[in-house]
């Protein structure tokens, strides 16, 4: 399965890096990571990444120097999902980038620890008069799917002031993502990835802003990030079970070197939550009622490790 998500993307990227070597053009550039990500829940992933750099409206200028288009081409494979996606970021000058893209995949449901691990699945209650909430659909029962468009701002003061300890950086990225689920109907909320199944067909606000320091040294950046998720399909009724709030991910970030090719991410995680009343955790999400009075409260998330090797 990976490498039919994965090639056909390959040989697009290929095609790409031939006609952008034409005469007069900087020589494009290419590399090949793989990566495995693990965590404090019951999640695991490898990644596959291919990426090109297409010099493009390159000036003399420190602000359009590095002017280029980004091709990334990726696969991953979880032990409950598969993906594929493809991304192109445009670097018109140094502090602005624009980036589109889209992702495809599916999954399955297998028993971890004595716990079923949500690889896929439609959420519904069990009936009218019974609220338990009822996981449905086979494995690969659906195509999940994703579409995004997004820009970036970012700042670094070495730009400024020039000097290996002199980079803190800052990056801020909005983006309006469109995601579904083929088999889903309009009213219908679905599982992906072992998440909360509070997911359903529309669009959706994501922003990250990201402060950090990087260092001459093993350790080469720490930082924290913030990311806003805001859900704005419009569901009668998403007040009473709080899809009108903000989704808040906190984090704070620390990335090692240990060889040339190879890092370290370090990465922990808290997160907000909506407070609903209590005596009703096994029903179905939108069958709650959320607490008026006291509608969040913010959770520990996660403590993940992120390794990566570039292979050229």
Known sequence: MGRKTILPGLFLADLFLVLAALPGTAEPSSSTEIGLQV?????????????????????????????????????????????????????PIAFFQLAGGVRAGSGWNIEI????????????????TDPAEEISGPPFGGLLWSAFGGGTLQFDLGALFPGDWNHIVF?????????????A????????????????NGFISYGSYVLGYQMPVKLNMVGFMAELTRLLYDTPGRKTWGDDLNQWTLSGLANYSLTEKLSA?????????????SGNEDTFYQRRILNESDRQHIQFYRLALLLNYRLH
């Open 265 to 277: 991410a370090l990465v922990i995680q808290f997160r907000t939550r909506r407070n609903y009343l």
């Open 39 to 91: 965590s404090s829940r019951p999640e695991a992933k490898i990644t596959l990444t291919r990426q090109y750099v297409f010099p493009f409206l390159q000036g003399e200028s420190p602000l359009t120097r590095d002017n280029s288009i980004n091709a990334r081409f990726g696969g991953e494979l979880s032990p409950i999902s598969v993906n594929g996606s493809a991304e192109l970021t445009w670097t």
């Open 171 to 183: 990056r801020a990225y909005q983006e309006l993502r469109y995601k579904g689920n083929s088999a």
């Open 185 to 200: 109907g309009s009213g219908d909320s679905w599982y992906f990835e072992n998440d909360d199944g509070e997911n359903r």
């Open 113 to 128: 620890f004595g716990k079923q691990a949500r690889g896929y699945g439609i959420n519904r209650p069990r009936s009218d």
